[in-house]
């Protein structure tokens, strides 16, 4: 069966990953100072972090580098100050399908265990 966490984190990752890149192309319009090659390359490089982060998750080493996505996310908002907001919302959408994931995966290993029991099946 499918880990509910894993797949709900991927998912968060993934629609991270494309609003970042999102912010890197905005970066040179709404900060001065940051030319365009600067700023696709920072909306990219977060991009390619989310999602080697969502392919990654099988171990824990994937679901840390998610974590650190959403440090480097609010981290971004010393250059554009919508992104504290933002990166403080993804964090907690991360957070909650960690956790909730967590939740939920064990909810399903004790059904399965109680299922098991009743069955007489060891």
Do not use: N
């Not at 890149?21 to 900060?31: C, E, K, W």
């Not at 993804?90 to 995966?105: E, M, N, P, S, T």
Request: proline share 2%; with cysteine.
């Amino acid at each position: 069966m499918r880990s509910a966490r894993r797949s709900m984190c991927a998912g968060m990752l993934g629609l991270q990953a494309v609003v970042l890149f999102l912010v890197g192309v905005a970066l040179p319009v709404v900060s001065d100072g940051v030319s365009p090659g600067l700023g696709i390359g920072i909306g990219l490089g977060l991009a390619v972090v989310c999602v080697l982060a969502a392919g990654l998750l099988r171990s824990r080493a994937g679901f840390a580098l998610g974590w650190a996505v959403q440090v480097l996310a609010i981290a971004l908002g010393f250059v554009v100050t919508a992104m504290f907001a933002l990166g403080v919302i993804f964090l907690a959408l991360y957070g909650g399908a960690y956790f909730l994931g967590d939740k939920i995966d064990r909810e399903r290993a004790e059904r399965t265990r109680i299922g098991d029991v009743g069955t007489g099946t060891p």
